[in-house]
C-alpha cells in the first residue's frame, strides 16, 4: 500500500491537503473530495496552527478589519456552514470559547515522517502541493498563512530529497532527481547535487537537462549567471558521459518564443509528439503550425536541443528573412555550407544532404508556405532526411504532419498560462500577490493562453495589478504593445504580428474575418459561413492559416486581441454588411426554432441558444440601430421571451426600451414588447420604472394579453409595497381582459390574487386561487408559474397550521427538479425556513434563511434581501442568538426602506420594537404600535408580533402613550430613529419565548 494511502478504518476523521483538499471520516475506507470554500479554508487553517485556538483571536485572523462583534459573527457563520457541508465531522473540537482540529492529517504525518528522518514516507506523503488547485480566499491571513505554508512544506521536502540521494545505493535515482530539481528549477544547489551524484545514464540525462534549464532560466529570470563552480561539475559530467554537445544555446531573437522561462511550460505533450514523429520512419516533414506568439519556435528549439543531446544530427535555419524559393535555397546553402563543386544550388544542397541521417528545424516558414514543394524535392532526395518546420500557416503537401499549437491551459492556479505570467512579473521585480490570483486567471484566460500577449501583458507589471490590466485591455486592445520595448529589438509586439498576418491575407480572406469579427462570440459553421459570406471550403482555408480557431466546443473564434485589430482595420461598409447579415441570420434562427410561452421552461430545443444569448442581443441592436422592423416582427417576441426565461432580465429591459423606441405604437408587437419591459423591471425590483412603463403604455395599449400583462405588473409593484387594494383592482382587471384558463398571464394574475388574499388574512380564498393556478399551469405544462404557485401554497399551508403538509408539498417540488432558475430557488428556500420555524427545527430554519439571502444576493435580486433578512432574523431568535436577530432586522429594516417593501420593513420595524422593549420600554412599544398600525404590514406578520405585543403585557395607557407618541411617523423616520440606536441586544425572553 502507498505510504500515503488512507487508512481503511481510521480511528477519527483525517484530512488530507497534499493535493486538493479531501477528508476521510472515522470509519470510512475512502476519502471523499472537499470543495474549496472558505469553511473548508478555515479547517485547513486550523489543522496547520495545531492547539487550542480562543474564539476571539480567530475572528481576528479571519476579519482583522471588522469590529470584534462582525468578526464573531462572521466566524459563527463559517462554523454553522462546516456542520452543513460536513454533517458527519467529528475531528472539530470546541470547548467554551476555544476550537481546534483534533483529528488526523496528511500534513501531520508528513511532518511526523521528517522528525523520524523517514525521508520516503516523507516524500510519498507530498506527492502534490499543498492545497493544490484550490484558489484564493479572499482572506488576507488565511492565503498568506496558506502561501507560507505551501513553501515550509515545499522547503522541508526538498531537504528530504537532498538527504535521501545523500543515502543513495547503487540503484537508479533519476526518477527522485527529477522531482527534486522540479521542485524549483532556479535552485542551484540542487542542480549542483544531482550533477555531483549522478551515475547512470538516466541520472546523467536528468543532470544534463537540469543544467541546461538553469542556464537559461538564471540569467532571463534574475539577471545572473550560473556559477562557476556549477560549470566546473558541469564539465565533470560531460567527461562521464557522452551527451552530444552540439546543441548551440536557445538564442534570444526577438521574439516570445524565446522568452518564456521554461521552454516546455505547458508543452511537454506537444513536444512529446514531435519527437515521436521524428522516430517514426513513414514520417518526414512536421509542421509546428499556429497563430504568431502561440510558441512555436520555443517549442522547436526545446525538440532541437533534445535531438542534439540524443546525438541526432540536427541543423537550424531560421527561414524568416527568406522571401522567395532562391533566397531560402541561399540561406540553406550558407547553413549547411555545401563543398560539391555543382552550380545549381538546389543540387548543391541536395547533395550535400543525401544519404545522411539529418533533421533540419526550418523556423518561420510561413511566407515560404506556397513554396513548400521545394520541400517535397529535398525530401524525395534523401528517405533519411527529416524537416521541423515551424509556420503560422499549415504548408498543405502529402508529406506533412501537422502539430498545431493552441494557447497555454488557463484552468486552475498551477496552470502553465498563469506560471508564465507570475514568471514574467518575477523578472521584472514583482511577485504576484495572492489576491491578484483570480484576476490573473481571468487575464490570462482573456488572452487565451497565447504566450508573446501574456509577456506583453505582464509587462505593465511594475505599475498596474492584474485586474487593472485585464479592465484596461477590454477597454483599449492597444494597451498590449503600449510597454513593449522599441523596435530596435527586445520582445515584438502583437500588432507586428497582426499586420503580417493580415498582408498574407486576400481581399476575399480579409472580408470573411471582418464578418466573423462583428460577431459576439464563437460560431458554429453554418453561422461562420453565413455571416462571413464564404463557404466552408474558404473557412477551411482561414483555420490552415491560423486567423481562425477552433474553440473546445467546435465553434469557430477568432482571438480577442486580433478580432480589435480585424474591426480596425476593415472597411466600414464591408462591416455594416457583415452586421445586417448576423442580425439577419440570428433572427431567422430564432423564427424558425421552438415556440416560447412565458411561465413555462426553456424546450430542449431551445436551450443551444442560451449560449447565443449575446448574439441574440447583438442582432437585436443592430435591427433597432437600422429601424430594421422586418426583423423585430420576425422574431421580437420570442426573443423577448428568451431573454426571460435565461434570465437575461437588465438585458431584456434595455433591448426592450430600444425597440420601443422604433416600432410604432399602433403595431401589435410595440405592444406586446412594452408589456414585456414592464414585467422584467418587476422581476428585477425597478419598481419606479416598471409603474411609470406600465401606467404610460395603458394609455395607448389596447390589445387585451398586453393590457393585461401591464395589469400584472402594476399588482407586482402594488403587491412589493403592501398597497393591497390597488393590487386587487389590478389582479382583477387583468384576469378580466384574458378569460382563457389557459392563458399565462390570467394564470399570473390569479396567483398574484392569491398572494394579495394572503396577505390580508384572507387564507381560504387564496387556497382556492393557488390550486386554480396549479391545475391550470400543470395541464399546460407552465412550469415556472406551477413551481412558484406551490410554493406559495406550501406557505399558505404554514399560516393555516399545517406546516408539515407545506413541507411534503416543498420537497416534493425540489425532488422534481422544478426549481429551474436561481430566484426560484431562493424563493423556496426562503419559505422553506417559514416552514422549519413552524415546526421548531431550528437548524433546518436557519440553513434554509440564509441559503435564500445568499441566493438571492448572489443572483443580483437585492431587492428582495430584505424580507431574507427578516426571515434569518426570525431563524437567528429561534436559535437563541438574540444579537444575530436583532442585526439581521435592522439590516432588513434598511434594506427594505431602500427599495421600498414596506411589508418587509413593517415586519422589521416591529421586531425591533420588541427588542427594543427591555431597554427603552416607551419607545420600544411606540415603534411596535406604529408597525402593527401599518396596512402595509401582512397578516402573518401582524399575528406574530401581534402575540409579542400581548406577551409584553402593556397597559392600557401605555398603549394610549404609545398611540400618541407613534402618530404622524413614516418609515424614513423610524428607519432614522433605529440606526441611531443600533446596537443593543434583544432580550433573551423575546428570542425564547
Not at 545505493?169 to 547535487?193: G, K, R, Y
Not at 422586418?630 to 426571460?644: M, R, T
Request: net charge negative; proline share 5%.
Amino acid at each position: 500500500m502507498p505510504i500515503d494511502a488512507p487508512v481503511n478504518t481510521p480511528a477519527s476523521d483525517t484530512l488530507f491537503l497534499f493535493g486538493p483538499p479531501r477528508i476521510q471520516y472515522a470509519g470510512d475506507s475512502e476519502p471523499q473530495p472537499l470543495p474549496w470554500t472558505r469553511p473548508i479554508a478555515l479547517l485547513a487553517y486550523l489543522n496547520l496552527r495545531p492547539g487550542w485556538h480562543a474564539r476571539e483571536q480567530l475572528a481576528s485572523v479571519l476579519r482583522p478589519d471588522a469590529e470584534s462583534r462582525a468578526a464573531r459573527a462572521y466566524l459563527r457563520g463559517l462554523i454553522h456552514r462546516v456542520r452543513d457541508l460536513l454533517p458527519r465531522l467529528s475531528g472539530l473540537q470546541m470547548e467554551g470559547e476555544r476550537i481546534r482540529w483534533e483529528g488526523s492529517s496528511d500534513t501531520a504525518r508528513f511532518l511526523d515522517a521528517i522528525a523520524r528522518s523517514d525521508w520516503e514516507a516523507a516524500a510519498s506523503l507530498h506527492a502534490a502541493p499543498l492545497l493544490e488547485g484550490t484558489a484564493a480566499t479572499g482572506d488576507p491571513l488565511l492565503d498568506e498563512t496558506f502561501s507560507m505554508e505551501r513553501g515550509r512544506f515545499l522547503a522541508t521536502l526538498r531537504a528530504a530529497y537532498l538527504a535521501q540521494l545523500a543515502q543513495r545505493t547503487d540503484e537508479d535515482h533519476s526518477a527522485l532527481m527529477q522531482s527534486l530539481v522540479q521542485l524549483d528549477p532556479l535552485d542551484e544547489h540542487a542542480v549542483q547535487e544531482v550533477m555531483r551524484l549522478a551515475r547512470t545514464s538516466q541520472e546523467r540525462s536528468v543532470a544534463v537537462a537540469a543544467f541546461r534549464s538553469l542556464e537559461r532560466t538564471l540569467p532571463a529570470q534574475i539577471g545572473e549567471e550560473v556559477s562557476q563552480a556549477t560549470r566546473r561539475l558541469f564539465g565533470e559530467l560531460l567527461s562521464r558521459t557522452r551527451v552530444a554537445q552540439s546543441a548551440p544555446p536557445v538564442r534570444s531573437q526577438g521574439s516570445s518564443d524565446q522568452a518564456t522561462g521554461t521552454a516546455l511550460l505547458g508543452r511537454r505533450a506537444e513536444a512529446d509528439l514531435v519527437a515521436k514523429l521524428l522516430r517514426d520512419p513513414a514520417v518526414q516533414l512536421v509542421t509546428i503550425f499556429g497563430q504568431g506568439g502561440i510558441g512555436k519556435s520555443t517549442l522547436a528549439r526545446a525538440v532541437f536541443e533534445q535531438e542534439a543531446r540524443n546525438g541526432t544530427d540536427v541543423q537550424w535555419v531560421d527561414a524568416g528573412s527568406a522571401k522567395s524559393e532562391d533566397a531560402f535555397l541561399a540561406l540553406l546553402a550558407g547553413t549547411l555550407q555545401p563543398n560539391n563543386g555543382h552550380n545549381n544550388v538546389l543540387h548543391q544542397v541536395q547533395r550535400h544532404l543525401a544519404r545522411r541521417a539529418v533533421t533540419l528545424f526550418l523556423d518561420n516558414f510561413e511566407q515560404l508556405a506556397g513554396q513548400a514543394q521545394l520541400l517535397g524535392s529535398l525530401l524525395r532526395s534523401n528517405p533519411l532526411l527529416k524537416l521541423v518546420v515551424t509556420s503560422r500557416e499549415a504548408l498543405r503537401t502529402p508529406w506533412e504532419r501537422l502539430v498545431p499549437l493552441a494557447g497555454l491551459a488557463t484552468a486552475g492556479d498551477e496552470s502553465p498560462a498563469l506560471q508564465l505570467f507570475r514568471e514574467h512579473t518575477y523578472r521584472l521585480g514583482r511577485a504576484l500577490e495572492p489576491s491578484e490570483n483570480a484576476a490573473a486567471l481571468e487575464l490570462v484566460s482573456y488572452l487565451e493562453g497565447v504566450p508573446l500577449a501574456i509577456e506583453l501583458a505582464a509587462q505593465w507589471t511594475p505599475l498596474m495589478m492584474a485586474g487593472e490590466i485585464l479592465e484596461e485591455l477590454r477597454r483599449d486592445t492597444r494597451l498590449i504593445d503600449a510597454a513593449a520595448s522599441g523596435p530596435g529589438g527586445g520582445t515584438p509586439r502583437m500588432r507586428a504580428v497582426f499586420e503580417a498576418t493580415w498582408a498574407r491575407l486576400n481581399g476575399a480572406e480579409r472580408r470573411a474575418l471582418g464578418g466573423l469579427a462583428v460577431a459576439s462570440g464563437p460560431l458554429d459553421l453554418a453561422a461562420a459561413c453565413s455571416i462571413s459570406g464564404i463557404d466552408p471550403g474558404q473557412m477551411l482555408q482561414l483555420l490552415f492559416k491560423a486567423v481562425v480557431h477552433r474553440a473546445a466546443d467546435q465553434r469557430l473564434r477568432l482571438h480577442p486581441l486580433w478580432k480589435q485589430y480585424v474591426l480596425a482595420s476593415s472597411p466600414e461598409a464591408d462591416l455594416e454588411e457583415a452586421r445586417d447579415r448576423h442580425a439577419t441570420y440570428f433572427f431567422s434562427l430564432a423564427a424558425a426554432g421552438p415556440v416560447l410561452r412565458l411561465g413555462a421552461v426553456l424546450p430542449d430545443a431551445a436551450k443551444p441558444w442560451l449560449g447565443l444569448a449575446d448574439e441574440f442581443a447583438l442582432a437585436w441592436r443592430w435591427a433597432c440601430a437600422r429601424a430594421r422592423i422586418d426583423l423585430l416582427e420576425q422574431a421580437g417576441l420570442k426573443l423577448a421571451i428568451l431573454f426571460h426565461l435565461a434570465g437575461r432580465h437588465p438585458d431584456a429591459i434595455d433591448l426592450l426600451a430600444q425597440a420601443g423606441g422604433v416600432l410604432p405604437r399602433e403595431s401589435h408587437l410595440a405592444a406586446e414588447l412594452v408589456s414585456f419591459r414592464a414585467l422584467q423591471c418587476c422581476r428585477l425590483g425597478r419598481l419606479d420604472e416598471a409603474q411609470a412603463v406600465a401606467s404610460g403604455a395603458l394609455g395607448w395599449v389596447a390589445e387585451p394579453a398586453a393590457r393585461a400583462r401591464l395589469e400584472v405588473a402594476l399588482a407586482r409593484v402594488h403587491l412589493f409595497r403592501g398597497h393591497y387594494p390597488a393590487a386587487f383592482q389590478s389582479c382583477e382587471a387583468a384576469a378580466a381582459l384574458v378569460p382563457g384558463q389557459d392563458s399565462p398571464v390570467r394564470m399570473m394574475a390569479v396567483e398574484l390574487l392569491g398572494r394579495c388574499a394572503m396577505a390580508i388574512g384572507r387564507l381560504a380564498d387564496a387556497e382556492a386561487s393557488l390550486e386554480a393556478v396549479i391545475d391550470a399551469a400543470r395541464d399546460h405544462e407552465a412550469q415556472e408559474l406551477h413551481a412558484r404557485a406551490l410554493i406559495l401554497l406550501g406557505t399558505l399551508r404554514g399560516e393555516q397550521d399545517r406546516p408539515g403538509e407545506g413541507l411534503q408539498l416543498l420537497s416534493r417540488l425540489q425532488e422534481s427538479g422544478a426549481l429551474s432558475d436561481d430566484y426560484t430557488t431562493a424563493y423556496w428556500q426562503r419559505a422553506m425556513s417559514r416552514l422549519h420555524g413552524r415546526l421548531h427545527a431550528v437548524n433546518e430554519q436557519f440553513a434554509c434563511a440564509r441559503d435564500s439571502l445568499q441566493g438571492f444576493r448572489e443572483a443580483g435580486f437585492d431587492f428582495e434581501a430584505g424580507e431574507s433578512l427578516y426571515t434569518l432574523g426570525l431563524a437567528a431568535l429561534a436559535s437563541g442568538e438574540p444579537t444575530s436577530a436583532a442585526e439581521a432586522f435592522s439590516e432588513g429594516m434598511r434594506e427594505s426602506v431602500a427599495s421600498t417593501s414596506w411589508p418587509a420593513a413593517a415586519a422589521c420595524v416591529a421586531a425591533l420594537g420588541v427588542h427594543l422593549c427591555s431597554s427603552d420600554r416607551p419607545l420600544g412599544l411606540a415603534i411596535l404600535v406604529f408597525a402593527l398600525g401599518r396596512p402595509e404590514l401582512a397578516w402573518s406578520a401582524s399575528q406574530e408580533w401581534g402575540r409579542r405585543l400581548d406577551a409584553l403585557d402593556a397597559t392600557e395607557e401605555e398603549l394610549h402613550a404609545a398611540r400618541r407618541r407613534c402618530e404622524g411617523w413614516g418609515f424614513e423616520q423610524v428607519a432614522a430613529l433605529l440606526g441611531s440606536l443600533a446596537g443593543t441586544a434583544l432580550p433573551t425572553t423575546a428570542a425564547t419565548r
